[in-house]
């Protein structure tokens, strides 16, 4: 997302985001761009062991009882 900012800014002649800092230069400068690079497969593997929203789980819905009108 912030290299898609960066390049709408270089072509509108806005303001650019702000160079990484800390933490962050290893998240875009290097994981990014090798995670890319992975294989289809692999790359789903990387993101199904991650924490986050991606591993919640629907509820099942209560079986309906009469109609809904």
Known sequence: MID????????LGAPRPLPPRG????WRRIYVPIFHRLPLKL???VIARMPGSHQK???SQPPSRGPAV
């Open 57 to 59: 789980t629907w509820k």
């Open 4 to 11: 898609a900012q960066d390049k709408v800014a270089a072509k």
């Open 23 to 26: 933490a962050e230069i290893f």
């Open 43 to 45: 790359r789903n593997a």
